[in-house]
Structures are given as C-alpha cells and as structure tokens.
C-alpha cells in the first residue's frame, strides 16, 4: 500500500503536468482566437478569444488551490487543507459567471439595438479557428477530465468541464459566425449570448459541487453501502446502529457504530473495532478519517 506522502506526491505532479498544458494551450487558443475576431470583424469569437483567456487564469487558481490543498495538516488544520480546493473551484466559478455575463450584456445590448445594418459580417478566418478551438477545447476536456477522475481532484474536474463550456461556446460562435456570413448579421450577438448561458451553466455545476464539498455533504448511496457491507464481514459484527459519512474536500470521513457481542471484554471489542478500521482504510482509498464506536449487543 502506497504511503501518503506517495499518493500526494503523484497527485502533485500530475496536476501540475495538465495544468501546465492547460494554460499553454488556452494561451495561444486566446491569441489566436483574438486576432480572428479582430480581423474577421466577429464579436462571437472576440467573446470566445476572452472566454479562454479566463481558462488561464481560472487554471492558475486551480493549480494554487491544489498546492494548498496538498499541505500536511497542522496545529491550526488538525484535519488536513483539502477544503482549500473547494475554495479554488467555487473562485473559478465566480470567474466564469462573471466572463459570461460581460459577454451576455453586450449580447444583448447588441440584438436589442435594432441597428443591425450596422453590424459588420465575420470573415472566413473566424470560421475556421472557430472549427479548430471545437475540436481543440474538447480534446482538452476529455484529456483534463481523465486526470482529475485519476486523482479525484474538484478543482481539476472543473477546470475540465471549463474546457468543456469552452468548446459549446466555439460551437455556438460557429453557428453565429455562419448566420452572419449567410445574411444575417444579428446572429453573431445571438451566439455571444448562447455562449454566456453555457457558461453560466458551467459556472453553477461547478458552483454546486464545491458548495455540497464544504458544507459535509454525505456519499452517495452506493458508497455508503458499499461502506455497510464492507464492515458487516466481519463476523464479530453483529449489526450497525449508525453510520454517517461526509465528504472533506476530495476525501471522505466516516462515523459508525458497530454492535458486539456484550460479553466481550473491553481488549477484544478495541481489537475488532481496529480490524474495520484497518478493512476501511484498506478497502477505500478515498476514506482519510475514520471512527468505529462499539455498542454492546445483550
């Protein structure tokens, strides 16, 4: 069994090797994305060259809350810094809102205006990087999405689902750019303004799950059953008056009371309380803390 300081390491790097990629790759998405929609007269891809733009940023704050995350516990956090990535992914959450809703505004000032005429057709170039940060911004998602389910990292599961909001934006800009090119120019705001609902969908999943993270929200039913059957092979269980679990950041802990026979003497009940802690610990990589209480059974 790999020891602690093991798992942190590996967890460390391979962080730190797809964030690394992330933040190269939205770099020069961005700057490419930006110059297209400048020369090609496109609002929908300038929206989406600052969308990704915000990927970097948002994958930097990713890589400090995971740092933080990391630390030993001590004196102050007896029970480890785990939470300080939820911290990281709700601040990206934020970060996307707010991205979104300053592309949403001009949307929507845009299609409201009435002054369509006014608005200038998106070349052919726009087209074309629009196409490339599809294919690009989804590679990225699957590619960050397999990492953080490795690891179980919250803040780097949201950094994939970034990409992945990324790449609906591209495809609602494609389409924008597309209608603007065919005749109407009012459909490049409308993208801009799909792209911002996607994104703020994007921001409340990622919201929500760091949320339910902090405030101990229990496993799902599956795991806590899974946790049931586990302790109830030991035959010296006779039954479960409780068991409660709470996810800690990207960890769980969990509280059971076990019943044992009550004529045992107080050696042999510590004796199997420490054998289903042991067989959690083991069975459970995911469990950090765990505390058996023994109950006597008349």
Known sequence: MESDKTIKNEFQKTADKVSLITIIENTMLSIFKLFAGIFSHSNAMISDAIHSASDVFSTIVVIIGIRLAAKESDKEHPYGHERLECVAAIILAMVLFLTGMGIGIGAVRNIFSGNYDNLEIPGVLALIVAIISIASK???????????????????????????????????ALIGIAGARLGFPVMDSIASLVIFIFIAKAAYEIFKDAVDKVVDHSCDSETEKQLYD?????ENVLGIDLLQTRIFGNKIYVDVEILVDGSKSLREAHTIAEAVHEKIERDFSRVKHIMVHVNPKA
């Open 230 to 234: 586990c302790v109830m092979e030991n």
């Open 138 to 172: 989804e590679g990225m998602y699957w590619y960050t999405r397999h990492y953080a389910q490795k690891i179980d990292s919250s803040a780097l599961m949201a950094d994939a689902w970034h990409h992945r909001s990324d790449a609906f934006s591209s495809v609602g």
